[in-house]
């Protein structure tokens, strides 16, 4: 069983920056594609960005591009989303997720292990 702890997430006015972590506890990290996901309340979880298990491959929502950057530390099992130019509809529980399959994909249903979430809030 793989277990991913989400850090980083807290309460940032519109415009500021967070850079959230999650940290794996597989030893075969480096072979996994990642995943951070968000839910805002009462809306259906989506993807935010994804990434392959050396980084060269990643994914990134419309509405993040240019905003929202994802890398994976291999050395650390590590993988970080920075979030810049934060909105205030960015606020929602963000979510790591991880699966044992190298290559990216966006669909929801292939990623097997997920963190608790971390809330991030933008006030305006």
């Known amino acids: 069983q793989v277990q991913l702890v989400e850090s980083g997430g807290g309460l940032v006015q519109a415009g500021g920056s967070l850079r959230l972590a999650c940290a794996a506890s597989?030893?075969?990290?480096?072979?996994?594609?990642m995943a951070w996901f968000r839910q805002a309340p009462e809306k259906e979880r989506e993807l935010v960005a994804a990434i392959n298990w050396n980084g060269g491959t990643t994914f990134y929502l419309d509405s993040v591009k240019g905003r929202f950057t994802i890398s994976k530390d291999n050395a650390k099992s590590t993988v970080y989303l920075q979030m810049n130019g934060l909105k205030p509809e960015d606020t929602a529980v963000y979510y790591c997720?991880?699966?044992?399959?190298?290559?990216?994909?966006?669909?929801?249903?292939?990623?097997?292990?997920w963190g608790q979430g971390i809330q991030v809030t933008v006030s305006s």
């Open positions: 597989s030893p075969t990290f480096s072979t996994y594609r």
């Open positions: 997720a991880a699966d044992r399959r190298s290559w990216l994909d966006i669909r929801t249903e292939l990623y097997t292990y």
